[in-house]
């Protein structure tokens, strides 16, 4: 019995090596690179930001440079284009969880950045959350 997903398998992307070598155990995983997708999410801009205040930058800005970023990386790291790419903004977490809701997921594949302590306790863990809130398989995998 194989036990890999035969669905789309989701990758959250935030530039960090770890989410590099989340891209490349997914890869390893998959037959079809047209069945992974990569989400990158963006935080919130507030009210306060410097860019909203001077209206200096907006969301879709911010949306296309991260969508070219992410283009290039997915190039550097040996990707077609089949490779679905999609910027949300909001909680990493729960945003990386409905989108998986939304494609039907088989699995996602989310590194883990070894937080602990106070930093764990501040930040949370984005790994933590899509664990607890996903519908489909998560694979963590651990910050060495």
């Known amino acids: 019995?194989?036990?890999?997903?035969?669905?789309?398998?989701?990758?959250?992307?935030?530039?960090?090596d770890d989410s590099r070598a989340g891209l490349q155990t997914?890869?390893?995983?998959i037959k079809d690179p047209a069945h992974l997708h990569v989400i990158h999410v963006l935080p919130i801009m507030e009210v306060?930001?410097?860019g909203v205040i001077w209206?200096?930058?907006?969301?879709?800005s911010?949306?296309?440079h991260?969508?070219?970023?992410?283009?290039?990386?997915?190039?550097?790291?040996?990707?077609?284009?089949?490779?679905?790419i999609v910027v949300r903004f909001g909680d990493p977490g729960h945003e990386i969880v409905a989108y998986a809701e939304e494609i039907e997921a088989g699995l996602i594949v989310v590194s883990s950045h070894?937080?602990?302590g106070l930093r764990h306790l501040l930040l949370g863990s984005v790994a933590e959350r899509?664990?607890?809130?996903?519908r489909c398989a998560v694979l963590v995998l651990k910050h060495t």
Do not use: Y
């Not at 019995?1 to 960090?16: A, Q, T, Y």
């Not at 070219?68 to 679905?84: I, N, S």
């Open 48 to 50: 306060a930001d410097p």
């Open 1 to 16: 019995m194989n036990w890999l997903p035969r669905k789309n398998i989701l990758v959250p992307v935030d530039f960090s």
């Open 62 to 64: 911010r949306r296309e």
């Open 114 to 116: 070894g937080r602990t």
């Open 130 to 134: 899509v664990v607890r809130l996903a």
């Open 26 to 29: 997914a890869r390893e995983m």
């Open 66 to 84: 991260a969508e070219k970023a992410l283009r290039q990386e997915m190039c550097e790291q040996g990707f077609d284009d089949e490779v679905h």
């Open 55 to 60: 209206d200096t930058i907006d969301d879709q």
